[in-house]
């Protein structure tokens, strides 16, 4: 019994963090990804130059996650989506399996590990998802262990052995994803500190074969090269890339990742005033990786992986302290609170896979049109070229994806919709035949004047100003995307039957102003009525034909 009541706790926590990595995958660069993977397969080789796009066809393409996307393939292969769903959920598991032991080395009982790694699982908003960066955070925590095991314990093997090992790591970890020199981070500060204490220079030579390790992978120095560009071009990044944004108290999501950064700087504050025990090392990673991590959301996972060990090590120090445990239970009791409310919803439908942000509906439609609508220049949202490129290639090349290639191309794109003018000139640019946008309630207010001589305003569609009619067509529209083509680039008769002049998003007041007006017959609306439910959701297509027959006759 006593057993029981010493490991109920435990297992309690770390079903709960098991829960938390039950969540959906959301993330639509996976599948650029297993483009990338299957060009692999169908090539034998890695990919050096880019051929998913019209605009960046030939460009020189570093993929630093080769590695990580041959195993995406092989688990989507087996599985589809739900593969994929079971090799994050493997991702995360196997990272909360090493943190585990990690909290062990500080001396926590099983409740305190169980709930550090259920706090660690909360704080993981920006990995929760199919990354090759989960495949970073499995290798981040098994250094961390080792060089945790070393302070404490002192080295397990000669200097040759772990010099040649950590060059090992480091190449296998280059291959996978391009997230080792945090790792690189992590080894200096142990590097720095394993000198001032034992005047032992082996954890430098480590980091010397580490650095030179990482360069073992396809590109060479190119690697390092395309990580220097990344961080000059963050903060420009950062206006149009929400993960490349600061980390906001304001994001309930980040809620955990504030709570968990304040309560392990605490906990390390009360240790160094009580006894002086806080090491080099985890006062120098708690400080760096949380100064990132405000700066750059995607950081936050590092942040939280680091403040978890250290408020642990920190906190070891008050073990027997009366104010310890309900300090404990009251922290369990928080992220219950958060997992009801924020965790317990989504998971309350169990799917491996969430496709609020990929446009299936219109990958199905222009499946169908591959005739008449394949190889046309597409303009489409950044975070959709993925998907697009992997449903329809090759028949059609994309314009951006989420590849660090098409960064340059963004800040044109972005500062294009700032005006119908702008925006009609930047497409006129790119000799762009085919758009694709994302779905949003942009409403522009109109003057009309009825038959009756009455004026009246309608508030009608931001795109009928941005791709107006005369030139582009509307062909295809749904819940979450909409389809335009150039008139010009398409054959009279196939418009005729796909345009959608009437029944249009967000457009129905005027659609059913013009049947009361005269301008457009019942048998007209309802023939778009009927298109537009071809493609739509059951539920969409049941709302408009509800719709069609609530209209005056």
């Not at 019994?1 to 435990?10: E, L």
């Not at 704080?123 to 098994?142: I, K, M, Q």
């Not at 309350?348 to 990958?363: I, K, M, T, W």
């Not at 029944?503 to 609306?525: K, N, S, Y």
């Amino acid at each position: 019994m006593a057993g029981f009541r010493r490991w109920m706790p435990a297992a309690l926590s770390a079903a709960l963090a098991a829960a938390c990595f039950g969540l959906p995958l959301s993330n639509p660069d996976v599948f650029w990804h297993l483009s990338a993977a299957r060009w692999m397969l169908a090539h034998g080789a890695v990919p050096r130059v880019d051929w998913l796009s019209w605009t960046m066809s030939g460009a020189p393409w570093a993929d630093f996650e080769w590695l990580s996307q041959l195993v995406f393939q092989g688990f989507h292969a087996l599985g589809g989506m739900r593969g994929l769903w079971v090799l994050k959920f493997l991702q995360l598991s196997c990272a909360a399996a090493l943190l585990w032991p990690i909290l062990g080395l500080y001396g926590a009982a099983p409740a305190a590990r169980g709930l550090g790694i259920f706090l660690w699982a909360l704080g993981l908003t920006t990995a929760n998802d199919l990354r090759p960066e989960g495949f970073s955070l499995v290798f981040f925590l098994a250094l961390w262990l080792l060089l945790e095991r070393r302070r404490l314990r002192g080295p397990s093997r000669g200097p040759r052995a772990e010099i040649l090992g950590c060059a090992a790591f480091f190449a296998f970890w280059a291959n996978l994803h391009a997230g080792f020199p945090y790792g690189l981070l992590l080894l200096a500060l142990h590097a720095a500190g394993d000198a001032r204490r034992r005047r032992s220079w082996t954890l430098g030579y480590c980091l010397l074969a580490a650095a030179a390790g990482a360069l073992l992978n396809p590109y060479g120095t190119r690697v390092y090269g395309v990580l220097l560009e990344h961080a000059g071009a963050r903060e420009a990044l950062s206006s149009y890339i929400r993960e490349w944004q600061g980390s906001s108290v304001e994001t309930p999501w980040l809620w955990p990742f504030w709570a968990l950064l304040a309560g392990s700087f605490a906990a390390a504050l009360a240790r160094f005033l009580k006894d002086r025990a806080l090491p080099f090392e985890h006062l120098a990673a708690l400080l760096l990786f949380a100064l990132a991590a405000s700066g750059h959301a995607r950081m936050t996972v590092y942040s939280v992986t680091v403040a978890i060990p250290i408020a642990a090590a920190a906190l070891g120090g008050f073990a027997g302290s009366r104010w310890l445990r309900p300090a404990l239970a009251a922290v369990w009791a928080s992220g219950v609170l958060f997992f009801a409310v924020k965790l317990a919803p989504p998971l309350s439908r169990p799917r491996a896979f969430l496709p609020d942000y990929v446009p299936v509906g219109l990958g199905r439609f222009l499946d169908a049109e591959r005739a008449p609508l394949g190889r046309l220049r597409l303009v489409n949202p950044w975070h959709w070229g993925g998907y697009i490129g992997w449903r329809l290639a090759p028949d059609y090349p994309i314009f951006v994806d989420g590849r660090y290639i098409f960064h340059e191309r963004l800040a044109p794109m972005y500062a294009a919709n700032r005006s119908p003018e702008l925006y009609r000139a930047w497409l006129d640019g790119l000799g762009a035949q085919l758009v694709i946008l994302e779905r949003t309630s942009q409403l522009v207010p109109m003057p009309v004047t009825l038959k009756d001589g009455t004026k009246t305003q309608l508030w009608r569609p931001f795109y009928l100003f941005y791709l107006p009619k005369r030139d582009w067509a509307l062909v295809y529209w749904d819940a979450r995307a909409s389809a335009f083509v150039r008139r010009a680039a398409v054959r009279p008769a196939w418009l005729k039957e796909r345009e959608f002049s009437l029944f249009r998003p967000d457009d129905l007041i005027a659609a059913a102003r013009m049947l009361a007006e005269g301008h457009a017959t019942r048998a007209a609306l309802a023939g778009e009525v009927e298109r537009f439910s071809r493609w739509a959701e059951p539920g969409d297509a049941a709302a408009a034909r509800a719709w069609l027959k609530g209209l005056p006759r």
